[in-house]
């Protein structure tokens, strides 16, 4: 995604009193690297394939937020198989996902009707499918569920696989398998909710354990396990979204740009077109050539690569194009309105 980032060094294996860490990394790459038996917890949110179903549906995630690419279906099997293999025994694993990914992950594991005497069930990866946590989402107030997309019956959860490998209990045993949260109302695609995700650290690791994220996004997280005195290793291939609260862990380098607090009023880029062809306003023509659009002699490579894109193609690529470049220094406003909107998804 970003090609401008320092990537994970390899091998990377986190000892005991490993500082917080937050790499760019392909999540699949970030797991190999761990040493076997080497994690406390894992809490993690896959760019999973059937978020593409709401995408193209038009709900929130295409309207409100970037998009990013997605992890297909046929390498669940291998991410479950490698967070089986860096956890400790006796810990917990949570995965974020939709009913279609539940259930895909639920077939491709060959859990079905058999359960366990303890009620449940096996995993071919080696862990145990306890159950689906449900994250209720309510208004802002938390006073009442709020419905989104869909007409057999709205849509207004979301499923939080819960997985065990060996045997943990929770630590407190009286918490419900329906939380309830509104949506997080931060900049980034699917930031998930601090107060859930401090639930499901709080009830599954200990102070000084190591809890990552191979798919951190906005890196609530790290965010929520310093705040419980856990330790964390963050991954993602864009940490565009990084939490300012992050920042100072990401490698250099590494574009931060929320952290950056691109400040400027949104404003969305001009038709491509009229910046290949010289017809734009100026003062885009001029915010085209500082972001490396445009060259002496017409368009350069990233804009001929981004002519090509199909519409529906293109929007994100020119988001993720404005994200993840390294802004550069004495930057036109102009451009500077450009990233803020690639960043928050406003338009203007
Ligand atoms: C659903 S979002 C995670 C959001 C996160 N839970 C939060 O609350 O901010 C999925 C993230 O996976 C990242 N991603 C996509 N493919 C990846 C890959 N192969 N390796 C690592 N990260 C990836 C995306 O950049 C995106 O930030």
């Not at 303890?118 to 449900?134: D, M």
């Not at 065990?164 to 949506?183: Q, T, W």
């Not at 996004?217 to 300012?244: M, Q, T």
């Not at 490396?292 to 293109?314: C, M, V």
């Amino acid at each position: 995604m970003s090609e401008n980032t320092q990537t994970l060094q390899l091998p990377f294996s986190p000892a005991r009193e490993a500082p917080d860490r937050v790499v760019v990394s392909d999540a699949f790459e970030l797991l190999r690297s761990l040493a076997p038996a080497s994690v406390d917890l894992v809490v993690t949110d896959p760019p999973y394939e059937s978020l593409q179903i709401h995408r193209a549906r038009g709900t929130t995630t295409r309207l409100t937020t970037n998009w990013f690419v997605t992890v297909p279906n046929e390498r669940l099997p291998e991410l479950l198989r490698e967070v089986a293999r860096v956890l400790r025994d006796d810990r917990h694993f949570y995965l974020f996902c939709d009913e279609v990914t539940a259930d895909v992950i639920k077939q491709q594991q060959g859990v079905g009707a058999a359960r366990t005497p303890n009620g449940a069930r096996r995993c071919a990866c080696g862990l145990t499918f306890w159950k689906e946590i449900l994250w209720a989402k309510t208004t802002l107030d938390g006073s009442r569920i709020r419905g989104g997309t869909g007409y057999h019956y709205r849509a207004a959860s979301e499923r939080i696989l819960f997985f065990e490998k060996g045997k943990r209990a929770l630590n407190d045993l009286g918490v419900p398998d329906v939380l309830m949260a509104a949506r997080a109302g931060v900049p980034g695609p699917a930031v998930k909710p601090a107060s859930l995700v401090r639930t499901l650290i709080a009830q599954s690791s200990a102070p000084g354990e190591l809890v990552i994220d191979p798919f951190c996004g906005s890196g609530v997280v790290g965010v929520e396990a310093r705040a419980l005195e856990r330790r964390f290793l963050l991954g993602d291939i864009d940490l565009a979204y990084l939490d300012p609260a992050l920042a100072a862990l990401a490698p250099e380098g590494a574009v931060v740009a929320r952290a950056a607090q691109v400040i400027a009023e949104a404003r969305e880029p001009p038709q491509l077109e009229s910046l290949a062809e010289g017809t734009a306003p100026p003062d885009e023509l001029d915010a085209a050539r500082a972001c490396g659009w445009l060259q002496e002699d017409g368009p350069s490579e990233s804009l001929e690569n981004l002519l090509e894109l199909r519409p529906k193609e293109r929007e994100p690529a020119v988001r993720r194009f404005l994200r993840t470049e390294p802004p550069r220094p004495r930057e036109p406003d102009l451009l500077r309105a450009w990233r803020a909107w690639a960043l928050n998804g406003r338009r203007i």
